[in-house]
Protein backbone atom coordinates (compact mmCIF):
# COMPACT_ATOMS: atom_id res chain seq x y z
CA UNK A 1 0.00 0.00 0.00
CA UNK A 2 1.34 3.49 -0.96
CA UNK A 3 1.14 6.20 1.79
CA UNK A 4 0.92 9.59 0.68
CA UNK A 5 0.00 10.95 3.67
CA UNK A 6 0.36 10.14 6.95
CA UNK A 7 -1.15 11.43 10.24
CA UNK A 8 -1.25 10.53 13.99
CA UNK A 9 -3.28 11.05 16.71
CA UNK A 10 -3.26 13.07 19.57
CA UNK A 11 -2.25 10.25 21.53
CA UNK A 12 0.94 10.12 19.55
CA UNK A 13 2.58 13.29 20.71
CA UNK A 14 5.27 12.16 22.63
CA UNK A 15 5.28 12.28 26.26
CA UNK A 16 9.47 12.91 26.75
CA UNK A 17 11.74 14.82 25.20
CA UNK A 18 14.79 12.61 23.70
CA UNK A 19 18.03 14.37 25.48
CA UNK A 20 21.34 12.70 23.18
CA UNK A 21 23.30 13.80 25.80
CA UNK A 22 23.26 10.74 27.08
CA UNK A 23 24.12 9.03 23.97
CA UNK A 24 27.26 11.14 22.65
CA UNK A 25 30.19 8.89 21.06
CA UNK A 26 32.01 11.66 22.83
CA UNK A 27 31.68 14.07 25.94
CA UNK A 28 30.22 17.13 25.21
CA UNK A 29 32.47 20.06 25.91
CA UNK A 30 31.34 22.02 29.13
CA UNK A 31 30.62 25.93 28.30
CA UNK A 32 33.47 28.39 29.92
CA UNK A 33 33.68 31.67 30.91
CA UNK A 34 36.13 34.29 28.65
CA UNK A 35 39.49 35.70 30.74
CA UNK A 36 38.65 37.71 33.60
CA UNK A 37 34.50 37.40 33.78
CA UNK A 38 31.81 35.24 34.48
CA UNK A 39 29.42 34.83 31.99
CA UNK A 40 27.93 30.96 33.51
CA UNK A 41 26.92 32.98 36.83
CA UNK A 42 24.97 35.34 34.72
CA UNK A 43 22.98 32.34 33.14
CA UNK A 44 21.25 31.55 36.12
CA UNK A 45 19.93 35.26 36.15
CA UNK A 46 18.89 35.15 32.85
CA UNK A 47 17.85 32.26 32.07
CA UNK A 48 15.12 30.52 34.07
CA UNK A 49 15.97 27.11 36.64
CA UNK A 50 14.28 24.41 34.80
CA UNK A 51 15.86 25.70 31.57
CA UNK A 52 19.22 25.78 33.04
CA UNK A 53 18.29 21.74 33.93
CA UNK A 54 17.63 20.82 31.18
CA UNK A 55 21.05 22.48 29.24
CA UNK A 56 22.64 20.45 31.42
CA UNK A 57 21.16 17.02 32.17
CA UNK A 58 22.57 13.18 30.82
CA UNK A 59 19.12 11.96 31.26
CA UNK A 60 18.00 10.31 28.16
CA UNK A 61 14.37 11.13 28.32
CA UNK A 62 13.22 14.22 30.22
CA UNK A 63 9.63 14.09 30.97
CA UNK A 64 7.19 16.68 28.98
CA UNK A 65 5.14 18.31 31.48
CA UNK A 66 1.04 17.55 30.99
CA UNK A 67 0.21 20.77 30.04
CA UNK A 68 2.65 21.70 27.52
CA UNK A 69 2.00 18.28 25.77
CA UNK A 70 -1.65 19.36 25.50
CA UNK A 71 -0.59 22.91 24.16
CA UNK A 72 1.08 20.87 21.55
CA UNK A 73 -1.72 19.19 20.75
CA UNK A 74 -4.12 22.10 20.58
CA UNK A 75 -1.19 23.64 18.74
CA UNK A 76 -1.09 21.37 16.05
CA UNK A 77 0.87 18.73 17.05
CA UNK A 78 1.36 15.46 15.27
CA UNK A 79 1.92 16.81 12.22
CA UNK A 80 2.13 15.27 8.88
CA UNK A 81 4.41 13.04 6.94
CA UNK A 82 3.89 13.59 3.27
CA UNK A 83 5.17 11.70 0.65
CA UNK A 84 6.69 14.00 -2.48
CA UNK A 85 5.25 11.93 -5.42
CA UNK A 86 4.70 14.30 -7.94
CA UNK A 87 8.13 15.95 -7.29
CA UNK A 88 9.47 12.26 -7.70
CA UNK A 89 7.63 12.20 -11.21
CA UNK A 90 8.81 15.40 -12.09
CA UNK A 91 12.52 14.41 -11.28
CA UNK A 92 12.20 10.77 -13.22
CA UNK A 93 13.64 9.08 -10.02
CA UNK A 94 13.47 5.90 -8.32
CA UNK A 95 14.26 7.66 -5.34
CA UNK A 96 11.16 8.09 -2.61
CA UNK A 97 10.73 11.19 -1.04
CA UNK A 98 9.35 11.90 2.14
CA UNK A 99 9.02 15.59 4.11
CA UNK A 100 7.62 16.30 7.53
CA UNK A 101 5.54 19.18 7.51
CA UNK A 102 6.67 21.13 10.30
CA UNK A 103 4.86 23.98 8.65
CA UNK A 104 1.34 23.05 9.58
CA UNK A 105 2.21 24.77 13.53
CA UNK A 106 -0.24 28.33 13.60
CA UNK A 107 3.17 30.34 13.62
CA UNK A 108 4.44 28.43 10.40
CA UNK A 109 7.69 26.59 11.90
CA UNK A 110 8.64 24.14 14.13
CA UNK A 111 9.57 27.19 16.60
CA UNK A 112 6.43 26.19 18.70
CA UNK A 113 7.89 23.43 19.83
CA UNK A 114 10.28 24.90 22.54
CA UNK A 115 8.60 27.98 22.71
CA UNK A 116 5.68 26.49 24.44
CA UNK A 117 8.33 24.77 27.27
CA UNK A 118 10.55 28.05 27.46
CA UNK A 119 7.39 29.98 28.09
CA UNK A 120 5.57 27.63 30.43
CA UNK A 121 8.94 26.88 32.68
CA UNK A 122 8.88 30.85 33.20
CA UNK A 123 5.76 30.93 33.72
CA UNK A 124 5.90 28.30 36.87
CA UNK A 125 9.04 30.54 38.24
CA UNK A 126 7.09 33.60 38.53
CA UNK A 127 8.79 35.82 35.42
CA UNK A 128 6.78 38.23 33.99
CA UNK A 129 8.22 38.87 30.65
CA UNK A 130 10.95 37.20 28.14
CA UNK A 131 12.91 38.52 26.10
CA UNK A 132 14.58 37.13 22.89
CA UNK A 133 16.01 37.45 19.75
CA UNK A 134 14.65 36.77 16.00
CA UNK A 135 16.25 36.41 12.28
CA UNK A 136 13.42 35.99 9.82
CA UNK A 137 11.02 36.12 12.35
CA UNK A 138 9.71 32.40 12.71
CA UNK A 139 11.13 32.10 16.38
CA UNK A 140 9.88 35.74 17.40
CA UNK A 141 6.71 35.07 16.27
CA UNK A 142 6.55 31.28 18.33
CA UNK A 143 7.74 32.83 21.27
CA UNK A 144 5.35 35.62 20.82
CA UNK A 145 2.00 33.51 20.42
CA UNK A 146 3.47 31.29 23.38
CA UNK A 147 3.86 33.91 25.57
CA UNK A 148 0.07 34.86 25.03
CA UNK A 149 -1.17 31.88 25.60
CA UNK A 150 0.78 31.98 29.01
CA UNK A 151 -0.03 35.41 30.01
CA UNK A 152 3.41 36.77 30.03
CA UNK A 153 4.85 39.77 28.09
CA UNK A 154 7.21 39.12 25.36
CA UNK A 155 9.95 41.74 23.72
CA UNK A 156 11.58 40.47 20.32
CA UNK A 157 14.81 41.65 18.75
CA UNK A 158 14.69 41.26 15.10
CA UNK A 159 17.43 41.13 12.87
CA UNK A 160 17.21 44.30 11.48
CA UNK A 161 17.42 43.37 7.69
CA UNK A 162 14.90 40.89 8.37
CA UNK A 163 13.08 43.84 9.82
CA UNK A 164 13.17 45.28 6.36
CA UNK A 165 12.53 42.09 4.48
CA UNK A 166 9.97 40.49 6.06
CA UNK A 167 7.66 43.04 7.63
CA UNK A 168 4.48 40.77 8.07
CA UNK A 169 6.62 38.98 10.64
CA UNK A 170 6.49 41.93 12.72
CA UNK A 171 2.43 42.24 12.10
CA UNK A 172 2.04 38.59 13.28
CA UNK A 173 4.08 39.28 16.35
CA UNK A 174 2.32 42.23 17.26
CA UNK A 175 -0.95 40.52 16.43
CA UNK A 176 0.64 37.75 19.17
CA UNK A 177 0.87 40.68 21.60
CA UNK A 178 4.91 40.68 21.25
CA UNK A 179 6.56 43.76 21.09
CA UNK A 180 9.07 43.59 18.67
CA UNK A 181 12.41 46.23 17.68
CA UNK A 182 14.92 46.19 14.63
CA UNK A 183 18.41 45.32 16.00
CA UNK A 184 20.14 46.73 16.69
CA UNK A 185 18.45 49.49 18.74
CA UNK A 186 18.44 52.31 20.47
CA UNK A 187 16.78 50.17 23.71
CA UNK A 188 19.94 48.92 24.86
CA UNK A 189 24.07 49.88 25.47
CA UNK A 190 24.92 47.34 23.03
CA UNK A 191 22.07 48.43 20.60
CA UNK A 192 23.60 52.10 21.02
CA UNK A 193 27.25 51.47 20.58
CA UNK A 194 26.68 49.62 17.53
CA UNK A 195 24.37 52.25 15.42
CA UNK A 196 27.03 55.64 16.85
CA UNK A 197 29.86 53.69 14.67
CA UNK A 198 27.45 52.22 12.02
CA UNK A 199 24.04 53.62 11.75
CA UNK A 200 23.30 51.20 8.62
CA UNK A 201 24.10 47.83 10.40
CA UNK A 202 22.01 45.40 9.08
CA UNK A 203 22.16 43.49 12.54
CA UNK A 204 22.98 39.98 12.74
CA UNK A 205 21.99 37.17 15.31
CA UNK A 206 24.61 37.98 17.57
CA UNK A 207 23.95 41.70 17.56
CA UNK A 208 20.15 40.39 18.99
CA UNK A 209 20.92 38.28 21.16
CA UNK A 210 22.88 39.93 23.42
CA UNK A 211 20.33 43.49 23.59
CA UNK A 212 17.98 40.52 24.31
CA UNK A 213 20.98 39.36 26.86
CA UNK A 214 21.04 42.99 27.85
CA UNK A 215 17.64 43.23 29.09
CA UNK A 216 17.38 39.81 31.27
CA UNK A 217 20.49 40.77 32.87
CA UNK A 218 19.16 44.24 33.72
CA UNK A 219 15.29 43.51 35.35
CA UNK A 220 15.15 40.46 37.82
CA UNK A 221 11.41 39.93 36.25
CA UNK A 222 12.60 39.30 33.24
CA UNK A 223 14.33 36.03 31.44
CA UNK A 224 16.00 35.37 28.37
CA UNK A 225 14.98 32.84 26.10
CA UNK A 226 16.83 31.66 22.95
CA UNK A 227 15.65 29.63 19.66
CA UNK A 228 18.27 27.69 18.53
CA UNK A 229 21.88 26.41 19.31
CA UNK A 230 21.09 25.72 23.48
CA UNK A 231 21.28 22.24 23.96
CA UNK A 232 17.51 22.72 25.71
CA UNK A 233 16.19 23.52 22.49
CA UNK A 234 17.51 20.34 20.39
CA UNK A 235 15.82 18.39 22.97
CA UNK A 236 12.37 20.32 22.94
CA UNK A 237 12.51 19.85 18.98
CA UNK A 238 12.93 15.70 19.46
CA UNK A 239 9.30 15.66 19.35
CA UNK A 240 9.60 15.99 15.48
CA UNK A 241 11.79 13.02 15.24
CA UNK A 242 10.11 11.00 17.44
CA UNK A 243 6.72 11.58 15.47
CA UNK A 244 9.06 10.97 12.18
CA UNK A 245 9.99 7.48 13.40
CA UNK A 246 6.63 6.28 14.14
CA UNK A 247 5.14 7.43 10.66
CA UNK A 248 8.29 5.77 8.90
CA UNK A 249 7.63 2.57 10.75
CA UNK A 250 3.79 3.00 9.22
CA UNK A 251 4.88 3.39 5.84
CA UNK A 252 7.45 0.44 6.67
CA UNK A 253 10.42 2.49 5.48
CA UNK A 254 14.15 2.70 6.13
CA UNK A 255 15.95 6.20 5.19
CA UNK A 256 18.94 5.91 3.68
CA UNK A 257 19.22 10.03 3.80
CA UNK A 258 18.01 12.64 6.04
CA UNK A 259 18.33 16.04 5.48
CA UNK A 260 17.35 19.63 7.04
CA UNK A 261 18.47 23.25 7.25
CA UNK A 262 21.04 24.40 9.37
CA UNK A 263 21.41 27.77 10.95
CA UNK A 264 21.60 27.26 14.95
CA UNK A 265 20.80 23.43 14.81
CA UNK A 266 17.30 23.39 15.99
CA UNK A 267 15.21 21.75 13.42
CA UNK A 268 18.17 19.50 12.22
CA UNK A 269 18.58 18.49 15.96
CA UNK A 270 14.44 17.98 16.48
CA UNK A 271 14.17 15.81 13.26
CA UNK A 272 17.27 13.60 13.40
CA UNK A 273 18.76 13.25 16.57
CA UNK A 274 16.37 10.10 17.63
CA UNK A 275 17.59 8.68 14.37
CA UNK A 276 21.10 9.09 14.83
CA UNK A 277 21.25 7.83 17.84
CA UNK A 278 20.39 4.80 16.06
CA UNK A 279 23.65 5.06 14.14
CA UNK A 280 25.45 5.82 17.05
CA UNK A 281 24.53 2.44 19.23
CA UNK A 282 25.40 1.13 15.53
CA UNK A 283 21.95 0.11 14.42
CA UNK A 284 22.03 2.66 11.28
CA UNK A 285 23.69 3.48 8.29
CA UNK A 286 21.68 6.53 7.27
CA UNK A 287 23.21 9.64 5.89
CA UNK A 288 22.22 12.50 7.94
CA UNK A 289 23.12 15.94 5.88
CA UNK A 290 23.00 19.39 7.17
CA UNK A 291 22.47 22.31 4.43
CA UNK A 292 23.58 25.75 5.18
CA UNK A 293 23.87 28.88 2.71
CA UNK A 294 26.80 29.55 1.30
CA UNK A 295 26.94 33.50 2.43
CA UNK A 296 27.06 32.00 6.13
CA UNK A 297 28.59 28.64 5.97
CA UNK A 298 29.48 27.91 9.41
CA UNK A 299 29.97 24.03 9.41
CA UNK A 300 31.89 23.78 5.74
CA UNK A 301 34.22 26.50 6.39
CA UNK A 302 34.20 27.44 9.97
CA UNK A 303 36.87 26.62 12.95
CA UNK A 304 35.52 24.11 16.04
CA UNK A 305 36.46 25.97 18.56
CA UNK A 306 35.65 28.36 21.73
CA UNK A 307 33.48 31.21 21.16
CA UNK A 308 30.55 33.48 22.14
CA UNK A 309 27.30 32.76 21.15
CA UNK A 310 26.56 36.62 21.13
CA UNK A 311 28.77 39.89 19.43
CA UNK A 312 29.02 41.24 23.31
CA UNK A 313 30.02 38.42 25.31
CA UNK A 314 27.49 38.21 27.73
CA UNK A 315 27.03 34.59 26.62
CA UNK A 316 29.90 31.80 27.83
CA UNK A 317 31.86 30.39 25.26
CA UNK A 318 30.54 27.25 23.62
CA UNK A 319 32.63 24.69 21.88
CA UNK A 320 31.14 24.80 18.42
CA UNK A 321 31.95 25.29 14.92
CA UNK A 322 31.95 29.11 14.65
CA UNK A 323 32.66 31.39 12.16
CA UNK A 324 33.50 34.18 14.63
CA UNK A 325 30.81 36.00 17.21
CA UNK A 326 32.04 39.27 15.19
CA UNK A 327 31.07 38.15 12.12
CA UNK A 328 28.01 39.72 9.77
CA UNK A 329 26.38 37.54 6.73
CA UNK A 330 25.50 38.84 3.65
CA UNK A 331 21.96 39.92 3.48
CA UNK A 332 20.26 36.63 2.13
CA UNK A 333 16.60 35.77 2.57
CA UNK A 334 17.45 33.35 4.96
CA UNK A 335 17.63 35.00 7.77
CA UNK A 336 16.61 32.20 9.85
CA UNK A 337 20.40 30.88 9.10
CA UNK A 338 22.80 33.87 9.33
CA UNK A 339 24.13 32.98 12.57
CA UNK A 340 28.04 32.81 13.26
CA UNK A 341 27.66 29.56 15.17
CA UNK A 342 26.36 25.95 15.51
CA UNK A 343 24.86 23.85 18.45
CA UNK A 344 27.56 22.52 20.27
CA UNK A 345 25.91 19.04 20.11
CA UNK A 346 25.49 19.01 16.15
CA UNK A 347 28.79 20.65 16.11
CA UNK A 348 30.59 17.52 18.05
CA UNK A 349 28.74 15.14 15.92
CA UNK A 350 29.46 16.76 12.72
CA UNK A 351 33.11 17.00 14.09
CA UNK A 352 32.92 12.90 14.84
CA UNK A 353 31.80 12.34 11.07
CA UNK A 354 27.92 11.51 11.84
CA UNK A 355 26.73 14.37 10.05
CA UNK A 356 27.28 15.65 6.55
CA UNK A 357 27.90 19.23 6.22
CA UNK A 358 26.75 20.96 2.77
CA UNK A 359 26.48 24.89 1.65
CA UNK A 360 24.20 25.96 -1.01
CA UNK A 361 23.86 29.49 -3.37
CA UNK A 362 20.70 31.82 -2.43
CA UNK A 363 19.78 31.69 -5.98
CA UNK A 364 20.19 27.33 -6.56
CA UNK A 365 17.87 26.74 -3.17
CA UNK A 366 14.86 29.61 -4.61
CA UNK A 367 14.93 27.48 -7.49
CA UNK A 368 14.70 24.18 -5.89
CA UNK A 369 11.79 25.92 -3.36
CA UNK A 370 9.82 26.77 -6.57
CA UNK A 371 10.14 23.33 -8.39
CA UNK A 372 9.72 22.13 -5.12
CA UNK A 373 5.74 24.49 -4.84
CA UNK A 374 5.11 23.93 -8.48
CA UNK A 375 5.09 20.18 -7.95
CA UNK A 376 3.78 19.40 -4.53
CA UNK A 377 1.63 22.86 -3.76
CA UNK A 378 3.58 23.60 -0.52
CA UNK A 379 5.42 27.30 -0.74
CA UNK A 380 8.94 26.38 1.67
CA UNK A 381 10.68 29.30 3.89
CA UNK A 382 14.14 30.23 2.35
CA UNK A 383 14.92 28.39 4.75
CA UNK A 384 13.60 25.15 4.11
CA UNK A 385 14.53 25.61 0.37
CA UNK A 386 18.15 24.57 1.62
CA UNK A 387 17.45 20.66 2.67
CA UNK A 388 14.76 20.74 -0.34
CA UNK A 389 17.98 21.74 -2.59
CA UNK A 390 19.65 18.23 -1.45
CA UNK A 391 16.97 15.90 -1.32
CA UNK A 392 16.69 16.96 -5.21
CA UNK A 393 20.22 16.72 -5.85
CA UNK A 394 19.99 12.81 -3.66
CA UNK A 395 17.00 12.07 -6.30
CA UNK A 396 18.52 13.12 -9.25
CA UNK A 397 21.85 10.67 -8.36
CA UNK A 398 19.32 8.36 -7.50
CA UNK A 399 17.89 8.67 -11.11
CA UNK A 400 21.44 8.34 -12.35
CA UNK A 401 22.34 5.62 -10.25
CA UNK A 402 19.16 3.33 -10.51
CA UNK A 403 19.34 3.41 -6.58
CA UNK A 404 15.60 3.26 -5.00
CA UNK A 405 16.84 5.40 -2.05
CA UNK A 406 14.24 6.27 0.71
CA UNK A 407 14.93 10.23 0.90
CA UNK A 408 13.31 11.97 4.17
CA UNK A 409 13.87 15.89 4.85
CA UNK A 410 12.39 18.06 7.81
CA UNK A 411 10.21 21.05 6.03
CA UNK A 412 10.24 22.95 8.72
CA UNK A 413 8.44 26.15 7.52
CA UNK A 414 5.97 27.59 5.23
CA UNK A 415 7.49 30.53 2.51
CA UNK A 416 3.86 32.35 2.61
CA UNK A 417 5.93 35.34 4.67
CA UNK A 418 8.60 35.23 2.36
CA UNK A 419 6.90 36.27 -1.05
CA UNK A 420 9.46 39.61 -0.99
CA UNK A 421 12.30 37.17 -1.68
CA UNK A 422 10.58 35.22 -4.29
CA UNK A 423 9.74 38.25 -5.88
CA UNK A 424 13.34 39.27 -5.93
CA UNK A 425 14.58 36.05 -7.70
CA UNK A 426 11.73 36.78 -10.19
CA UNK A 427 12.47 40.11 -10.31
CA UNK A 428 16.21 39.18 -11.07
CA UNK A 429 17.82 41.74 -8.56
CA UNK A 430 18.25 38.54 -5.94
CA UNK A 431 21.59 38.98 -3.95
CA UNK A 432 24.13 36.75 -5.35
CA UNK A 433 25.91 36.02 -2.36
CA UNK A 434 28.63 33.39 -3.05
Same mark, same amino acid.
Given at each position: ??????????????????????????? *???????????????????????? *? !??????????? +????????????????????????? !????????????? %? @????????? #??????????? =????????????????????????????????????????????????????????????????????????????? @??????????? %???????????????????????????????? !??????????????????????????????????? @? =? +??????????????????? #?????? %???????????????????????????????? *???????????? #???????????????????????????????????????? =??? +????????????? =???????????? *?????????????? #????
Amino acid at each position: MEHYKITLSSDDVPTQWYNINADLPVE *LPMPKNSEGKDQIASLQKAFTKAG *L !EQEFSQERYIK +IPSEVRELYMKMGRPSPLFRATNLE !EYLNTPAKIYYKR %E @DTSPTGSHK #LNSAIPQAYFA =KKEGVERLTTETGAGQWGTALSLACNLLDLDCTVYMVRVSFDQKPDRKNIMNIYNGDVYASPSENTEVGRQILAENP @DHPGSLGVAIS %EAMEEALAYDEVKYTLGSVLNQVMLHQTVIGQ !ELKTQLEIAEEEPDVMIACAGGGSNFAGSLFPFIK @D =K +IDGNSDTQFIAVEPSACPT #LTQGSY %EYDFGDVNGFTPMLKMFTLGHDFVAPSVHAGG *LRYHGMSPQVSL #LTKEGYIEPRSAHQREVFEAGITFARNEGVLPAPETTHAI =KVA +IDEAIKCKETGEE =KTIVLNFSGHGM *LDLKGYASYFEGNM #LDAK
